[in-house]
């Protein structure tokens, strides 16, 4: 996905919301066009943030973060360090899924299209349409 397709698909969501643009909103939105395909946490937004003049505050990142995800231009993902991350969701549905390694808690990414045909009939199977799915795998490296 080209970043630039997601900031302007993300502009048309939230003024599609009705949201009065505000410059830390803005400030958030753009910081993950440019870096937010890989996972970040509000923390790390934060940090990445304080360097700019006029970004918002560590409540205003949180608040963002909320509001995108509920528009579903963000994709939230636990990986069991207690902490939630966050990164840009494709509107063409083109996504990826993660395995976090379990010792030392690096996160790598993956696509698998036989998963996502799976996942597909399995919906079939039990009558519904998915409107969502969320694949996290853990695992050990083989040593
Ligand atoms: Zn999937």
Redesign the pocket.
């Known amino acids: 996905m080209t970043r630039d397709r997601w900031l302007s698909h993300a502009d048309e969501r939230l003024r599609g919301a009705g949201l009065r643009t505000s410059a830390g909103r803005t400030a958030v939105v753009e910081l993950l066009a440019r870096d937010g395909d890989c996972l970040l946490s509000a923390q790390e937004l934060v940090d990445r943030l304080r360097a700019q003049p006029g970004a918002g505050s560590t409540a205003t990142v949180y608040r963002t973060l909320e509001t995108l995800h509920e528009l579903g231009l963000v994709r939230r993902f636990d990986g069991g360090e207690g902490i939630a991350r966050y990164e840009i969701a494709d509107p063409s549905g083109e996504?990826?899924?993660h395995l976090v390694d379990a010792d030392t808690g690096e996160v790598v990414a993956f696509?698998?299209a036989e998963?996502?045909r799976a996942?597909h009939r399995i919906g079939e199977r039990l009558g519904v349409r998915l409107t969502g799915?969320?694949?996290i795998l853990r695992g050990r490296r083989a040593s």
């Open positions: 996504h990826h899924h696509e698998d998963l996502e996942i799915h969320d694949v």
